[in-house]
């Protein structure tokens, strides 16, 4: 009985410690799992201008689960900032600029406090809705230079107005709440999902 106590106990203080080769190699799948997700989406949803910009909501539904399950298999400090940052370098590495800062939200969202459920969830939120921002913020910073980049990605010019004009529309408010909305929904259902191994991150 004292030897079982002992050794959950080590595992616990383990499990809480600092990250491992183990962890790496696990933040490194899933981070590209993670991102593999919100691309499926962005492909499936892409073939619309109009449904483009719902990618990250939509994509978060799936996503929750995966960000969930890192959570309760490698509970340590830094493992978001770390997985982020490995889906900022892909999709940096395929040509998507605006990734570059946005690695570091999650992890200083989980420094801010006492990493609960809540707090997990919540960093989901703010790091989907960061890379949503990020994405569409390229409207504005390109400015009329915008289409012919969607033109140079092999896109019509159509598609890249299509693009232009459902921003600066009614629309995209919908899309920036279904943003912010959905990622509670995914991790919620991760959450139920690993109930058992939030419980004892809680304890």
């Not at 491992?20 to 492909?43: N, S």
């Not at 570059?100 to 420094?111: D, E, Q, T």
């Not at 809705?129 to 390109?142: D, R």
Request: net charge positive.
């Amino acid at each position: 009985m004292a030897t079982t106590t002992v050794a959950a106990s080590s595992g616990g203080a383990n499990a809480k410690g600092k990250l491992v080769g183990k962890d790496y190699i696990t933040l490194a799948i899933f981070g590209v799992l993670l991102f593999l997700v919100f691309m499926v989406f962005a492909m499936v949803l892409g073939m619309n201008a109009n449904l483009f910009w719902f990618t990250h909501a939509c994509g978060s539904l799936i996503g929750g689960i995966v960000w969930m399950y890192v959570a309760a298999k490698v509970p340590k400090r830094g493992a978001f900032a770390i997985m982020s940052a490995i889906v900022a370098v892909v999709a940096l590495l395929l040509g998507m600029l605006w990734t570059g800062p946005v690695g570091i939200v999650a992890g200083i969202v989980m420094a801010a406090g006492k990493r609960s459920k809540v707090a997990v969830i919540a960093a989901f939120a703010v790091w989907t809705l960061c890379f949503w921002v990020g994405q569409e913020s390229m409207i504005f910073l390109a400015g009329d230079a915008y289409v012919q980049i969607v033109v140079d990605s092999g896109m019509s010019a159509e598609y890249g107005q299509g693009l232009v004009d459902f921003i600066h529309g009614p629309l995209a408010l919908v899309a920036l709440a279904a943003t912010a909305v959905c990622p509670f929904v995914g991790g919620w259902i991760g959450s139920k999902l690993f109930k058992k191994h939030f419980a004892q991150i809680s304890a």
